[in-house]
Nanobody, 120 residues
Framework: HVQLVESGGGTVQVGGSLRLSCAAS????????MAWFRQAPGKEREGVAA???????SCADSVKGRFTISKDNAKNTLYLQLSSLKPEDTALYYC???????????????WGQGTQVTVS
């Protein structure tokens, strides 16, 4: 049974920082791809950043230079460091796991329940 549990969300001021975590269990963590997605009210879910099994990363243009994805294989934990936050970053942030290195949500099989980030 695969389980992904996000944490670390909250309310932060414009320009502030947060670190999101995603604890994975029941999953071959270090041999597959993981990613962060987000969904703002009234908008479709979008890919934010992805990390491949070899550590290669990819970020959406909207967050490049501000967000950093990383993982700790020993802890089976995925991270997303959010910096220089803007009001438009307000969204429910999800982590996802799958076999393909991509920012397309239909390529991910497993999802967490999300953690809310609010920038005001």
């Amino acid at each position: 049974h695969v389980q992904l549990v996000e944490s670390g969300g909250g309310t932060v001021q414009v320009g502030g920082s947060l670190r999101l975590s995603c604890a994975a269990s029941g999953y071959t963590y270090n041999r597959n791809c993981m990613a962060w997605f987000r969904q703002a009210p009234g908008k479709e879910r979008e890919g934010v950043a992805a990390i491949d099994s070899d550590g290669s990363t990819s970020c959406a243009d909207s967050v490049k230079g501000r967000f950093t994805i990383s993982k700790d294989n020993a802890k089976n934990t995925l991270y997303l460091q959010l910096s220089s936050l803007k009001p438009e970053d307000t969204a429910l942030y999800y982590c996802a796991a799958g076999q393909y290195f991509s920012l397309q949500e239909n390529l991910y099989n497993y999802w967490g329940q999300g953690t809310q980030v609010t920038v005001s």
